[in-house]
């Protein structure tokens, strides 16, 4: 299991950040021609949740080959990878996965191989505005609980991948830090627009708006600026 992985500085382009795809393939290249996103240098960090709901969730996760594409394990992941007779799978039928279900047992398991080798719990990019987070849901207090996690800290992973709490007390009005990064970008909440803490940034628009929300580095550091 893949739980933290550290990416190196992108001395040769930008690095750009998208909210929850959820199999919207095509949509995702729209709005990637349309930010002038650069194939060839830039690179594009997803928020998790790749699959689902929309119409070509396996092409979302076949990105995960593409030099230029990075994403964490969301909670739609985490129901991917759920044994067929467990509960999370039979709530992953019915929150947009019955085409996995559809899919033959190897197919299964090469998309399963697929999110375990390529998607971590969170990312820490190091750009010239500082140390960026990227996980799918909450992020602890402090940022090195989760660059140091094991596969026995349960339950933050847990939160990781699937709590709404933080985001619920921003909603608030309660607002707070994370130490050890300069900003963490997270997806997972259905927000009608990106919205902020202190030094976090919810982008996942998709299924409020029918938009998805890419932002760079640069207009992420000037969001919580």
């Not at 076949?62 to 067929?84: C, I």
């Not at 602890?140 to 939160?159: F, K």
Request: a negative charge; hydrophobic letters at 40%.
């Amino acid at each position: 299991m893949l739980i933290h992985k550290d990416m190196p500085m992108n001395h040769k382009g930008q690095d750009f950040f998208v909210g929850d795809i959820h199999g919207e393939y095509d949509l995702l290249l729209t709005t990637l021609t349309q930010c002038q996103f650069n194939f060839e240098c830039d690179r594009l960090f997803s928020v998790g949740d790749l699959v689902d709901r929309g119409s070509n969730s396996i092409a979302c996760l076949a990105l995960l080959h593409e030099p230029w594409f990075f994403a964490v394990r969301g909670n739609h992941e985490e129901m991917l990878l759920a044994d067929e007779d467990s509960e999370l799978a039979r709530i992953h039928r019915s929150a947009g996965g019955e085409w996995f279900f559809q899919c033959s047992l190897l197919e299964q398991h090469r998309l399963r191989m697929l999110v375990e080798e390529y998607c971590p719990f969170a990312f820490t990019i190091e750009s010239k505005f500082g140390s960026i987070g990227v996980c799918h849901a909450n992020a602890p207090h402090h940022w090195s609980a989760l660059q140091n996690a094991t596969v026995d800290d349960i339950a933050l992973l847990q939160d990781c991948a699937w709590s709404t709490k933080q985001y619920q007390q921003v909603k608030q009005g309660k607002l707070f830090n994370i130490s050890g990064v300069k900003f963490v970008v997270h997806g997972h909440v259905n927000c009608a627009r990106v919205t902020t803490n202190l030094n976090q940034l919810w982008i996942d628009t998709l299924m409020r708006t029918r938009r998805l929300t890419v932002l760079s580095a640069q207009q992420a550091y000037m969001v919580t600026a």
